[in-house]
Protein backbone atom coordinates (compact mmCIF):
# COMPACT_ATOMS: atom_id res chain seq x y z
CA UNK A 1 0.00 0.00 0.00
CA UNK A 2 3.09 2.22 0.70
CA UNK A 3 4.68 1.91 -2.62
CA UNK A 4 1.33 2.16 -4.14
CA UNK A 5 0.49 6.05 -2.29
CA UNK A 6 4.47 6.87 -3.50
CA UNK A 7 3.65 5.78 -6.86
CA UNK A 8 0.53 7.55 -7.31
CA UNK A 9 2.21 10.88 -5.45
CA UNK A 10 5.03 10.65 -8.18
CA UNK A 11 2.28 10.52 -10.86
CA UNK A 12 0.44 13.13 -9.12
CA UNK A 13 3.45 15.00 -9.39
CA UNK A 14 4.42 14.51 -12.88
CA UNK A 15 0.89 15.65 -13.59
CA UNK A 16 1.47 19.15 -12.20
CA UNK A 17 4.85 19.61 -13.75
CA UNK A 18 3.19 18.49 -17.11
CA UNK A 19 0.45 21.25 -16.26
CA UNK A 20 3.02 23.79 -15.13
CA UNK A 21 4.92 23.46 -18.38
CA UNK A 22 2.18 23.99 -20.82
CA UNK A 23 0.18 27.11 -19.00
CA UNK A 24 3.31 28.84 -18.14
CA UNK A 25 4.58 28.03 -22.39
CA UNK A 26 1.10 29.40 -23.08
CA UNK A 27 0.44 32.50 -20.54
CA UNK A 28 3.63 33.15 -19.05
CA UNK A 29 4.67 32.60 -15.89
CA UNK A 30 2.91 36.21 -14.26
CA UNK A 31 0.16 34.92 -15.94
CA UNK A 32 -0.62 31.83 -14.83
CA UNK A 33 -1.95 30.96 -10.97
CA UNK A 34 -1.50 28.04 -8.99
CA UNK A 35 -5.21 27.38 -9.73
CA UNK A 36 -4.81 27.24 -12.70
CA UNK A 37 -2.39 24.61 -12.86
CA UNK A 38 -4.59 22.85 -10.62
CA UNK A 39 -7.70 22.74 -12.91
CA UNK A 40 -5.40 22.36 -15.86
CA UNK A 41 -3.79 18.58 -14.06
CA UNK A 42 -6.99 17.51 -12.91
CA UNK A 43 -5.69 18.35 -9.24
CA UNK A 44 -6.60 20.49 -6.05
CA UNK A 45 -4.86 23.21 -4.78
CA UNK A 46 -3.67 21.61 -1.99
CA UNK A 47 -1.81 18.66 -4.26
CA UNK A 48 0.17 21.05 -5.61
CA UNK A 49 1.04 22.86 -2.09
CA UNK A 50 1.87 19.17 -1.26
CA UNK A 51 4.58 19.22 -3.35
CA UNK A 52 5.59 22.34 -4.27
CA UNK A 53 5.67 25.56 -1.69
CA UNK A 54 5.11 27.85 -5.08
CA UNK A 55 5.93 29.02 -8.67
CA UNK A 56 9.31 29.58 -8.08
CA UNK A 57 9.81 25.85 -6.88
CA UNK A 58 7.76 24.32 -9.94
CA UNK A 59 10.10 26.35 -12.74
CA UNK A 60 12.65 25.31 -10.60
CA UNK A 61 11.42 21.63 -11.04
CA UNK A 62 11.11 22.23 -14.59
CA UNK A 63 14.58 23.17 -14.81
CA UNK A 64 16.41 20.70 -13.08
CA UNK A 65 15.04 18.13 -15.10
CA UNK A 66 16.78 19.13 -18.01
CA UNK A 67 20.19 19.59 -16.59
CA UNK A 68 20.19 15.91 -15.22
CA UNK A 69 21.52 14.02 -18.54
CA UNK A 70 24.29 16.24 -19.03
CA UNK A 71 25.44 15.90 -15.61
CA UNK A 72 28.14 13.31 -16.27
CA UNK A 73 29.72 14.75 -18.51
CA UNK A 74 29.94 17.68 -16.85
CA UNK A 75 31.41 16.67 -13.80
CA UNK A 76 33.99 14.54 -16.40
CA UNK A 77 34.87 17.71 -18.06
CA UNK A 78 35.47 19.27 -14.65
CA UNK A 79 37.59 16.82 -13.01
CA UNK A 80 41.36 16.64 -12.71
CA UNK A 81 41.63 13.40 -14.07
CA UNK A 82 39.83 14.24 -17.74
CA UNK A 83 42.59 14.06 -20.32
CA UNK A 84 40.26 16.17 -22.88
CA UNK A 85 38.75 18.89 -20.97
CA UNK A 86 38.02 21.12 -23.72
CA UNK A 87 36.96 18.09 -25.45
CA UNK A 88 34.32 17.73 -22.97
CA UNK A 89 33.18 20.77 -22.91
CA UNK A 90 32.95 20.90 -26.93
CA UNK A 91 30.54 17.80 -26.65
CA UNK A 92 28.54 18.96 -24.44
CA UNK A 93 27.95 22.38 -25.72
CA UNK A 94 26.99 21.05 -28.94
CA UNK A 95 24.68 18.44 -27.12
CA UNK A 96 23.06 21.53 -25.22
CA UNK A 97 22.59 23.48 -29.09
CA UNK A 98 21.15 20.58 -30.16
CA UNK A 99 19.18 19.25 -27.83
CA UNK A 100 17.18 22.65 -27.32
CA UNK A 101 17.07 22.17 -31.62
CA UNK A 102 15.44 19.10 -31.59
CA UNK A 103 13.71 18.47 -28.14
CA UNK A 104 10.33 20.21 -27.95
CA UNK A 105 9.96 20.29 -24.20
CA UNK A 106 13.55 21.42 -23.69
CA UNK A 107 12.54 23.53 -25.93
CA UNK A 108 9.55 24.48 -24.13
CA UNK A 109 10.97 25.31 -20.91
CA UNK A 110 13.83 26.92 -21.96
CA UNK A 111 11.79 28.80 -23.62
CA UNK A 112 9.35 29.63 -20.55
CA UNK A 113 13.08 30.77 -19.07
CA UNK A 114 14.46 33.02 -21.62
CA UNK A 115 11.39 34.73 -22.91
CA UNK A 116 8.05 34.21 -20.42
CA UNK A 117 9.47 34.28 -16.65
CA UNK A 118 8.99 37.70 -15.00
CA UNK A 119 11.26 38.02 -12.27
CA UNK A 120 8.15 39.94 -10.37
CA UNK A 121 7.65 39.57 -6.46
CA UNK A 122 6.37 36.26 -5.95
CA UNK A 123 9.40 35.23 -8.45
CA UNK A 124 11.74 36.31 -5.67
CA UNK A 125 12.68 33.12 -4.84
CA UNK A 126 13.30 31.94 -8.73
CA UNK A 127 16.02 35.02 -9.18
CA UNK A 128 18.24 33.62 -6.33
CA UNK A 129 17.28 30.44 -7.14
CA UNK A 130 18.69 31.80 -10.70
CA UNK A 131 21.50 33.74 -9.71
CA UNK A 132 23.08 31.06 -7.62
CA UNK A 133 22.81 29.17 -10.58
CA UNK A 134 24.74 31.34 -13.17
CA UNK A 135 27.68 31.61 -10.24
CA UNK A 136 27.48 28.49 -9.98
CA UNK A 137 28.08 27.40 -13.69
CA UNK A 138 30.68 30.03 -14.45
CA UNK A 139 32.71 28.36 -11.31
CA UNK A 140 31.89 24.95 -13.03
CA UNK A 141 33.10 26.40 -16.51
CA UNK A 142 36.27 27.68 -14.86
CA UNK A 143 37.31 24.74 -13.59
CA UNK A 144 37.55 22.69 -17.02
CA UNK A 145 39.28 25.80 -18.55
CA UNK A 146 42.09 25.40 -15.68
CA UNK A 147 41.97 21.38 -16.56
CA UNK A 148 42.52 22.98 -20.28
CA UNK A 149 44.88 25.32 -19.49
CA UNK A 150 46.59 22.22 -17.41
CA UNK A 151 46.51 20.13 -20.47
CA UNK A 152 47.83 22.53 -22.89
CA UNK A 153 44.42 22.81 -24.39
CA UNK A 154 44.20 26.60 -24.12
CA UNK A 155 47.00 29.47 -23.52
CA UNK A 156 48.73 29.27 -19.98
CA UNK A 157 47.95 33.10 -19.37
CA UNK A 158 44.23 32.50 -19.85
CA UNK A 159 42.41 34.09 -16.81
CA UNK A 160 39.89 31.28 -16.32
CA UNK A 161 37.24 33.78 -14.28
CA UNK A 162 37.18 36.06 -17.21
CA UNK A 163 36.79 33.53 -19.75
CA UNK A 164 34.32 31.50 -17.87
CA UNK A 165 32.18 34.88 -17.64
CA UNK A 166 32.77 35.41 -21.57
CA UNK A 167 31.69 31.70 -22.89
CA UNK A 168 28.77 31.55 -20.75
CA UNK A 169 27.28 34.31 -21.87
CA UNK A 170 28.24 33.62 -25.63
CA UNK A 171 26.27 30.38 -24.79
CA UNK A 172 23.49 31.85 -23.24
CA UNK A 173 23.03 34.77 -25.78
CA UNK A 174 22.98 31.98 -28.90
CA UNK A 175 20.11 30.30 -27.19
CA UNK A 176 18.61 33.38 -26.34
CA UNK A 177 18.24 34.69 -29.70
CA UNK A 178 17.55 31.17 -31.25
CA UNK A 179 14.74 30.85 -29.07
CA UNK A 180 13.13 34.26 -30.06
CA UNK A 181 13.81 33.74 -33.82
CA UNK A 182 14.20 30.67 -34.65
CA UNK A 183 14.12 30.83 -38.37
CA UNK A 184 17.08 33.09 -38.38
CA UNK A 185 19.70 30.78 -38.05
CA UNK A 186 19.36 26.51 -38.01
CA UNK A 187 20.83 25.81 -34.57
CA UNK A 188 21.15 21.84 -34.88
CA UNK A 189 23.01 22.64 -38.55
CA UNK A 190 25.34 25.50 -36.79
CA UNK A 191 25.94 23.69 -33.52
CA UNK A 192 29.53 22.79 -34.07
CA UNK A 193 30.79 25.52 -36.04
CA UNK A 194 28.95 28.13 -33.21
CA UNK A 195 30.87 25.84 -30.76
CA UNK A 196 33.56 25.96 -32.19
CA UNK A 197 33.64 29.65 -32.45
CA UNK A 198 33.26 30.16 -28.68
CA UNK A 199 36.59 27.79 -28.02
CA UNK A 200 38.49 29.93 -30.73
CA UNK A 201 37.56 32.79 -28.56
CA UNK A 202 39.07 30.90 -25.87
CA UNK A 203 42.07 30.28 -27.62
CA UNK A 204 42.59 33.44 -29.42
CA UNK A 205 41.37 36.55 -27.87
CA UNK A 206 43.88 38.42 -26.40
CA UNK A 207 41.06 40.25 -24.10
CA UNK A 208 40.67 36.83 -22.02
CA UNK A 209 44.70 36.70 -21.33
CA UNK A 210 46.21 37.84 -17.79
Not at 20 to 45: N, Q, S
Not at 70 to 88: I, K, M, T, V
Not at 178 to 193: G, I, K, Y
Request: net charge negative; glycine share 6%.
Amino acid sequence: MARRTKEEAQETRRQILEAAEKAFYERGVARTTLGDIATLAGVTRGAIYWHFSNKAELVQAMLDSLHEPLDELARASESEDEPDPLGCMRTLLIHVFRQVALDPQTRRINEILFHKCEFTDEMCDLRRQRQAASVDCNVKIGLTLRNAVARGQLPGDLDPARAAIAIHAYIHGIIAQWLLVSDSFELQAEAERLVDTGLDMLRLSPGLRN
